[in-house]
């Protein structure tokens, strides 16, 4: 029996290798409350497009319903604060728990809908909705991800998002760097792994605080070629 449970738990991980969809929820529910990446080591940030593509399966039930679309986000949010009452910030369930995080997302249409529907008006308001973001988001440093900052903070971006698309889309240099920024997502992990393969994070802060480039420089040829 126990065989056959490894079995079936490594074709699980070929297919979320392959397919993605499921792999937030396995990544945090697996080995819980260890986290184990069910992808490859260098693709584990690969998660994130997992809850991605399970948000883009629901969106077409989801999204022609401004009432719908509402009342996923009460739910999710309250969902989420919720378990921040429990676990204060816990990673699988506030982090890769798909019904804590999809509120991420809906947020995102519904600024998109703000914006279209004129309902903010004001002259330069996505840049002060911007630096809003960034100063709220300075208050995090007291309350981390479950304060009432960090909320504010993505409210503010998202809201500030659509009105910085229409300013920047016809923009060669921000669509060049946005065009970059997923191949860059896919690899930088495996960039990494190969000059830390025992302590990414640990070299990445080691990075930040340094003066060498290199990595990054390979990241971005690799993104473009």
């Not at 986290?35 to 989801?62: D, M, R």
């Not at 500030?160 to 065009?179: E, Y």
């Amino acid at each position: 029996m126990e065989h056959l449970k490894e079995l079936l738990l490594g074709l699980a991980v070929i297919g979320y290798n392959i397919f993605l969809v499921g792999g937030d929820w396995v990544l945090a529910f697996q080995a819980y409350p260890v986290e184990k990446t069910p992808f490859l080591p260098y693709l584990g940030q690969v998660w994130s497009v997992s809850a991605e593509l399970t948000f883009y399966l629901l969106a077409p039930f989801v999204l022609r319903s401004l009432t719908a679309t509402v009342s996923l986000v009460v739910f999710s949010l309250v969902t989420r604060i919720a378990l921040e009452q429990v676990f204060n910030f816990h990673q699988a369930w506030n982090y890769h728990f798909f019904p804590s995080a999809i509120w991420f997302f809906l947020v995102g249409h519904l600024s998109r809908e703000i914006h279209e529907r004129g309902l903010i008006r004001f002259r330069g308001s996505s840049g002060t909705l911007l630096i809003a973001s960034m100063v709220l988001l300075t208050g995090t440093r007291h309350g981390g991800f479950v304060s009432v900052w960090f909320y504010a903070s993505v409210i503010c971006f998202a809201l500030s998002l659509p009105g910085i698309f229409q300013a920047t889309k016809d923009n060669r240099v921000m669509n060049f760097l946005g065009d970059l920024s997923y191949p860059i997502y896919l690899i930088h992990m495996m960039v990494l792994w190969h000059f830390a393969p025992s302590g990414a994070i640990l070299y990445l802060n080691s990075l930040a605080r340094s003066d060498t480039p290199l990595p990054l420089v390979i990241a971005i040829f690799m993104a473009i070629v």
